[in-house]
């Protein structure tokens, strides 16, 4: 391998371990190790399936009742981040509006988590379409 390839393997390398090394929030972590809202509910109203670009799955569930959702749960076969991430989406959904469900971002699945390594960034996005095509899926 030439000067030129190594060098940029190795910058590849730190820029790599740079973002495996970005610590954690307690509070993700915790939701990582003792998630919330995990599981299936029975005759849900809606569901929704997403599959992320890392092989991450999740399905979102939503108890609905006039117009607003009282039950969220998922189910994820994903690593300790997209378990915080489907803890904290549904939990964020909780006893909202329709309405006021879709207006949950990527961000404020970041912010309540009091932040996440840059890439597991894409677990939040994850949680985020699922919840919205439960919400799309809604009848």
């Known amino acids: 391998m030439d000067k030129a390839a190594e060098e940029i393997f190795e910058q590849l390398e730190h820029y790599f371990m740079g973002e495996a090394s970005e610590p954690y929030s307690d509070k993700a972590l915790t939701l990582a190790y003792e998630p919330i809202n995990v599981g299936e509910i029975e005759n849900p109203d809606t569901s929704g399936y997403v599959k992320g670009s890392c092989g991450d799955e999740m399905t979102i569930f939503l108890k609905v009742q006039n117009g607003k ?45 009091g932040g996440l390594p840059v890439s597991h960034l894409h677990c939040a996005f994850l949680a985020v379409r699922a919840l919205r095509k439960a919400l799309d899926n809604l009848k």
């Open 69 to 113: 959702i009282y039950d969220a749960k998922f189910l994820t076969d994903g690593c300790g981040a997209t378990l915080a991430c489907g803890s904290t989406v549904t939990e964020l959904a909780k006893g909202k509006t329709i309405w006021e469900a879709k207006k949950i971002y990527p961000q404020s699945i970041v912010n309540y988590l």
